[in-house]
Each structure stands twice: as C-alpha cells, then as structure tokens.
C-alpha cells in the first residue's frame, strides 16, 4: 500500500507541476523554486553519508575478500556490457537516421567556459583514486569516496574479532538510522516533484519538446530500445525473473529519477523497493546500488555517443571508424565519471568532444532539448541499476521471489 500510494503521490505532484506552470507562468516561480529546493537539499543532505554507511554495510555484509571479489567481477561485468550495448545501439540509429545531416539550428548559449573540456580520459580514471578522501567527501565527489570506502570496508573484513564485528555493528547501526532519515525525506517527494516541473513548464515552455525533433526522437528512440528490449533480455534470460513485474515493483524509483533527473536522489528509493518489493538481499543491494547510481549509466553513454555524432553531421564533419571507436569508448569513460545530478552528462558531453576534435561550442547546439531527454535518460539509468541488482542476485543464489 506503500508503494502505490507513494507512486500515486509522485503522479499527481508531477501533474499539478505540469498544469500548475502552465496556468501561472513565472509567477509560480515563488512558490515552486522553494518546494523543489527544500526537497532536493534535505535529500542531497542524506546522500554521502547514505552512500558511505551503505558501501560499507554492503562489503561487510558480503563478508569475505573471496566473496568480494565475485561479487565485484559481476558487477563491473553487468556495467560494462550493459553500457556497451547501449552506446552501440545508439551509435547504430544516429548513423542510420543522420538527424544532423543539413540541420540549420543555432547555437542557444556560450558553453566556452566548461571547465571539463580539458579533462582527458586517463584523467578521469585518475579522478577515481582520492588524495584526500574527507575532501572528496566534503566536495560530494562520489567516485573517490566509494573507491575509498570499499577498500576500506574490505581492509575492515581483515581484522579479527572482536574488533571486525564490533565495527559491523556500528555501521549497520548506523546504515539503518540513515535508511529512517532518508524514508521520512523521500516522503516529500511529491511535493519536490510538483516544483520542479513548475518550474520547468514556467520557464521553458513546452517548445522544447518540439525542437530538434529529430535528434530528439533518435535518442528515445534509443532509450526505449534499451529499456524496453535490452534490459528485459537480460532480465529474462540471465536474471531468470519477469522484467516488467519487477518494473511494477520498482516504479516509485523511476517516477523520482524521471521528475529529478538525478540517479542519486532516486538511490533511495531504488534501494528500498529493490530490496523489499523485488526480493534483492540489502546486502547486495548496498553494495550494487549505490556504485551504480554512478558508474552505470547506460543512458548518459547513450546520449553522449548520439549527441556526439548529431554535432558532428550538424557541422558537417564525417567521423571515421577509428573516430566513432573514439566516441564509443570516451562515452563509456564519461558516463563512468558523470555525477548523478541533473544535467550531468552535458558537462561531460566535452570531453567527448574534446577527444574527436569538434568545436567546445557544439554542446550549445543541444542546450535547447537537453533537460527533456535528461529525465529520460536518467530513468534509463535507474531502470538499468535495478536491473543489474536483480541479475547479481540471481547469479549470487538469491530466490527473488517476488519478480518470479
């Protein structure tokens, strides 16, 4: 009952969002920028030390270096074929469709100061090992906070008792405090959601959901190959359960990560229908979860390599086989190091563009449409961590039971 009144809830904020924008225009602006404000502060709140207590809980959990170790193969195994198939499909429909081929569209702003466009990709595996894990904590840099924090959870399995389990006991303890905090908060989803598609309606209109048409529907059109065939597939046939039934499950999750455009503020939700609609044990749940919230991102890889090649044809510029190879793999690289935050993959949409040689400026072309496509995108990375905890489960011996 939960469940469904919360997604009940989601729905009906996302529709007086909508209307409320519509009827009132940028007067609702006073009244909506602080509803979605006071909601995605309280969960950017909880969010480092949900996912610190979280990484640790799940690598003691596990237990073992040996059964670390399996657990982790699969996962990166789950992200890097996922997000493969995902930048293949859409470099595949961008070259058939060519939705940038004789474009007359103009650039929408000056993206010249985006400090990333100077970041290579060696860099951002770099990014990854921290020098300084409390700043990176105090930062919000995620990536460096779970590679510290599942080292250190493993380095924790080493000791031996009393002094392992008495450290187990503190961060359990302290994993479920956070689960309370961030259950009252998700709560106040609803009224999140209606100001931020207020907001968006009242200043932006529905014109852009009509611009750049084509380039528009070739990126859903990717999205809803990913997360209506691929991830089902999988789903079927590794995971052994029904894909759409544990989309049902796990609807509030998606409707978040689709109103926010944020993995990480949807990761809550994910971990809790994940584990109590879908079946997944909180012990690989907390482990998978919030690594995937920002390593997998099947969407954003999606996104970028489409978004790359449109800029390309827009301009003019023919990519080579050895250049589109660039493209694939530097979209791989990027939405590995791509924040869960709205709008995230536009910063690293420059590195990309960096790597194949376009114009920086190039990324202004698609200001116009990128919000729209950014909630489905992120819903499509949502979808494919709640799909991959349920494939690692099944693979790691759990029943999943309710998605049987």
């Not at 003691?60 to 195994?77: D, P, Q, Y």
């Not at 079946?279 to 978004?307: H, Q, R, W």
């Amino acid at each position: 009952m939960k469940k469904h009144s919360l997604t009940l809830y989601i729905f009906i904020g996302i529709f007086l969002g909508v209307f409320a924008g519509w009827l009132f225009g940028e007067s609702i602006l006073p009244f909506a920028e602080p509803m979605a404000q006071l909601f995605l502060r309280l969960l950017r709140m909880a969010i480092m030390p949900l996912i610190i207590t979280s990484i640790l809980s799940g690598v003691l959990s596990v237990g073992t270096g040996k059964n670390l170790g399996t657990l982790g193969i699969r996962t990166a195994i789950y992200y890097i074929f996922t997000s493969l198939v995902a930048i293949l499909t859409g470099q595949f429909l961008v070259n058939v469709f060519q939705p940038g081929k004789g474009a007359d569209i103009g650039l929408t702003g000056d993206v010249s100061a985006i400090s990333a466009a100077n970041q290579s990709p060696m860099e951002l595996i770099f990014r990854i090992i921290p020098e300084n894990p409390f700043q990176s904590m105090a930062n919000g840099d995620v990536l460096p906070v779970i590679f510290f924090f599942i080292l250190f959870g493993f380095f924790i399995t080493k000791l031996e008792d009393p002094l392992r389990s008495r450290f187990t006991d503190i961060v359990q303890a302290s994993f479920e405090a956070m689960m309370k905090l961030t259950h009252v908060i998700i709560w106040l989803a609803p009224i999140g959601v209606m100001g931020i598609n207020a907001k968006i309606v009242a200043t932006t209109g529905f014109g852009a959901f009509y611009s750049l048409g084509k380039y528009f529907i070739v990126v859903l059109m990717g999205l809803f190959i990913h997360t209506l065939i691929v991830l089902p597939l999988v789903l079927k046939f590794v995971g052994k359960v029904k894909p759409f039934k544990h989309y049902r499950n796990m609807l509030p999750a998606y409707l978040t990560a689709f109103s926010t455009s944020s993995s990480m503020v949807a990761l809550p939700l994910t971990m809790e229908y994940a584990s109590e609609a879908s079946g997944v044990s909180k012990k690989i749940s907390n482990f998978f979860l919030p690594i995937g919230a920002t390593i997998n991102m099947d969407g954003t890889a999606l996104y970028e390599c489409v978004a790359t090649i449109f800029i390309a044809q827009a301009y003019g510029v023919d990519l080579s086989v050895t250049q589109q190879f660039t493209v694939a793999l530097t979209a791989l690289l990027a939405s590995i190091g791509a924040a869960g935050i709205p709008m995230a993959g536009l910063v690293m949409m420059s590195i990309i563009l960096h790597a194949v040689g376009l114009p920086l400026e190039g990324v202004g072309i698609i200001m116009a449409v990128d919000r729209i496509l950014d909630m489905f995108r992120t819903t499509t990375n949502v979808i494919s961590d709640s799909s991959g905890v349920v494939v690692v489960a099944h693979l790691e011996g759990e029943s999943l039971e309710p998605v049987r």
